[in-house]
């Protein structure tokens, strides 16, 4: 008998009227086999009886009839007026709970024995997102409270009135055109570089701009320079990759180009934060990127230019891009808007050189085709109507008066304990701690405390490890940051006096220091 669909295929009945059992029993058992069995979820609307009837080429009495029995055993719950409805507590809830769909403690991943190995080693480098939300002092996080979302809705409604029937296929993968010309103009004008519009590649973040590089440029085993420390993200997408990491030192200069030549005199790429290298907060300078460009030239290396928070400096005149300074077409610029914008959107870019545009187009397009076309209509407009200027100068006032009420709160609390110095940009700072204090312990209480931080030493890929405490305060409204620090205080009190810390940290963290 040839399965009749129900309401939009939602769930598929077999009913065979040369079956002994009527119609409406058949009926009756199947919708109840699909509640049961949580096909049907409660509170979903069940059509009515008239349209079943006509759907299923049935007498309204009969789907009238299946209806009656379910209500009466208590799968659905009848509104008047308003139709018929899955029970969201079923009658064998109430005697025996149902097994979850899935179990409680699966195996590990990474230990399945049908993924391949690169598949495990994914799965082991994954990527702690962290705190969702920003509770005190998650870093990497833009100020949510903060965000003109009434207007960005307001754009994305008009973004769809602009869209054309020839708009809604397949785009051009390396992404909207007018939104890659517009960023164009905005990094010649605001950082510098050589560009024009068919240089950039949009992608939906750093995490795939990273993957989308070592696709494109890495073979397995090349050799990469990585800032030490430096991001676990970027460390992750490229040992996926099957890169070999060369962890350089950092110093108050920036990336060390004379050690990483020691290293490895032949990296295939070079991975920089030079505006604000990430964690440590240096500004690269100008004596070490004209070294580190002449050293990319003479082995021929690739470098990679993360200008993450470029955006947000709060004093000084910022110095060039890397990229600006390039005359032999080897720097890649990478780009995001997850840090300017929100996370959530899911925007990145890059700029690479004219030799490379064609090959990372259709690389793109192998990847996902290209990016969704109405969030960058969105940020086309939102840019050209001078918004994200606006947005990034009230940003950079918002994220200066948090970062120093969050100074000022560390040296009032934990002045004798913590050193901490202003950073003239950026979302975050970096705390030292007293000598013997472990990091990874310390940032341990403090998450039993409430007050989410990342230890320094977890940045680094080998020994000696530098111990301190990245405190993110770009998403932490001022309140929070107060309360943020007295929780902290009892975290560093904690060793000394469990009782009590247990006690403030139940008490909202108010612990008189």
Not at 283 to 290: A, F, I, V
Not at 344 to 360: E, I, K, Q
């Amino acid at each position: 008998m040839k399965k009749r669909p129900l309401f939009g295929s939602l769930v598929t009945v077999a009913l065979d009227a040369a079956q002994r059992e009527p119609l409406y029993q058949q009926l009756y058992e199947q919708l109840r086999g699909a509640i049961v069995s949580g096909r049907l979820s409660g509170g979903t609307r069940l059509p009515a009886s008239r349209v079943l009837a006509q759907e299923l080429k049935l007498s309204r009495n009969t789907v009238t009839a299946a209806y009656d029995l379910l209500s009466n055993e208590g799968y659905i719950l009848t509104r008047v007026g308003d139709g018929a409805y899955i029970a969201n507590i079923l009658p064998e809830d109430r005697l025996l709970p149902r097994q979850p769909v899935r179990p409680d403690n699966p195996p590990a991943m990474a230990s399945h024995p049908s993924l391949s190995a690169r598949g495990k080693l994914l799965t082991e480098l994954s990527v702690s997102t962290g705190p969702v939300q920003p509770v005190p002092f998650v870093e990497g996080l833009p100020a949510f409270d903060a965000f003109p979302l009434h207007a960005w809705a307001r754009l994305m409604v008009q973004g769809w009135r602009r869209v054309q029937p020839d708009m809604l296929g397949y785009a051009n993968p390396a992404g909207y055109e007018p939104l890659r010309e517009l960023i164009s103009q905005h990094l010649k004008a605001t950082r510098l570089l050589q560009c024009a519009g068919q240089d950039v590649i949009m992608t939906s973040g750093s995490q795939q701009s990273l993957d989308l590089l070592a696709r494109v440029l890495l073979d397995h085993g090349d050799a990469v320079w990585v800032e030490e420390p430096g991001y676990v993200g970027t460390h992750s997408a490229l040992i996926a990759a099957g890169a070999r990491l060369v962890p350089v030192p950092v110093d108050d200069q920036g990336l060390m180009v004379s050690a990483g030549e020691k290293l490895e005199p032949r990296p295939r790429l070079i991975f920089i934060t030079p505006s604000r290298q990430y964690p440590l907060g240096v500004t690269m300078s100008m004596e070490r990127r004209k070294a580190l460009l002449t050293f990319a030239e003479k082995s021929g290396a690739w470098i990679v230019e993360d200008d993450y928070d470029s955006e947000f400096r709060y004093h000084g005149t910022p110095l060039p891009a890397v990229q600006s300074l390039d005359r032999t077409g080897r720097v890649i610029y990478l780009g995001t808007f997850s840090k300017s914008l929100l996370p959530s959107f899911r925007l990145g870019f890059l700029v690479v050189p004219d030799s490379l545009a064609r090959a990372f187009g259709n690389a793109k397009s192998v990847i996902d085709r290209h990016p969704p076309l109405l969030e960058q209509m969105t940020l086309q407009a939102f840019m050209q109507s001078g918004q994200f200027a606006a947005h990034i100068r009230r940003m950079r006032q918002v994220y200066e008066e948090r970062q120093q009420i969050l100074i000022r709160e560390i040296e009032h609390r934990l002045g004798g304990f913590l050193r901490v110095a202003p950073a003239e940009s950026g979302m975050h700072l970096v705390a030292e701690l007293p000598e013997g204090v472990d990091d990874v312990s310390f940032c341990q209480t403090a998450k039993a405390c409430g007050v989410s931080v990342q230890p320094l030493s977890g940045y680094y890929t080998a020994e000696p490890r530098r111990n301190g405490l990245v405190l993110g305060f770009a998403a932490i409204p001022p309140k929070s940051i107060v309360k943020g620090v007295e929780r902290l205080a009892a975290a560093v009190y904690a060793p000394r006096a469990k009782a009590a810390a247990s006690a403030t940290c139940s008490e909202e963290g108010r612990m008189p220091v």
